[in-house]
């Protein structure tokens, strides 16, 4: 089957760095995305990678190895309106948006 | 400015009724989804559709129904609401399917007692 596996909650603290990973395993692979989500609202795009490496976007970069079937979401100089969930989802082979639970992310002062 | 929009944002119904969740789309993508969410899920698909007179199942299609007659609209019906229906609605809508970047609506909220 397929599967996406995310920590279920970070905590950090403000100004720090945090880094959320995501494990998966889909049925073909055609980009890994990371979607915010504030509390009762709707998830935002972050990023999304098609090709290994690192993508720096501001204070959040994504990460993806394909080989390895992993990602990850690294925030910079955090901020308290970083709190919120971290969605990791990846398009299967025939494009269908495969979603992860998501990592609910606090940040303490 | 393009948006989706949905409504209700909030719907408290009973067992047995039929309930239709409505999206509008402005952006004039052909791609719109459905989706679930739940706790301890992720986003789960209910229907999506490529196109006018274009629909298709998701994994947890069961007991919900798409139409899309024009390109803006999207609505989900549940034929008969049921309590395992209690959930977050999210529409969403996207331009291309490679680069995956969906825009959501706000969301509905709906309750079945």
């Known amino acids: 089957g397929q599967n996406i596996d995310q920590p279920t909650e970070m905590t950090a603290t403000e100004g720090a760095i945090v880094q959320i990973n995501c494990t998966y395993q889909?049925?073909?692979?055609?980009?890994l995305f990371w979607y915010q989500q504030h509390a009762g609202e709707a998830p935002t795009f972050l990023s999304y990678n098609v090709l290994d490496g690192l993508e720096e976007k501001g204070r959040f970069s994504s990460f993806l190895s394909r080989s390895k079937g992993y990602s990850y979401l690294l925030l910079k100089e955090l901020q308290m309106k970083d709190s919120a969930s971290y969605l990791c989802a990846v398009t299967d082979s025939n494009y269908q948006l495969i979603w992860g639970a998501g990592t609910k992310l606090i940040i303490k002062p | 400015d393009a948006e989706i929009t949905q409504s209700p944002r909030h719907k408290i119904t009973e067992t047995g009724r039929q309930v239709t969740l409505a999206c509008h789309q402005t952006w004039n993508h052909n791609n719109m989804f459905w989706y679930r969410q739940d706790l301890g899920h992720g986003l789960r698909l209910i229907h999506y559709?490529?196109?006018?007179?274009?629909?298709n199942k998701g994994e947890v299609s069961d007991g919900y129904s798409v139409s899309r007659s024009n390109t803006e609209d999207l609505p989900l019906t549940l034929e008969s609401a049921a309590s395992s229906q209690t959930s977050v609605y999210f529409c969403?809508?996207?331009?291309?399917?490679?680069?995956?970047?969906?825009?959501f609506g706000e969301g509905s909220r709906l309750t079945v007692l």
């Open positions: 889909t049925s073909g692979f055609n980009g």
């Open positions: 559709s490529y196109g006018v007179q274009d629909t």
């Open positions: 969403a809508s996207s331009e291309k399917l490679d680069t995956g970047e969906l825009f």
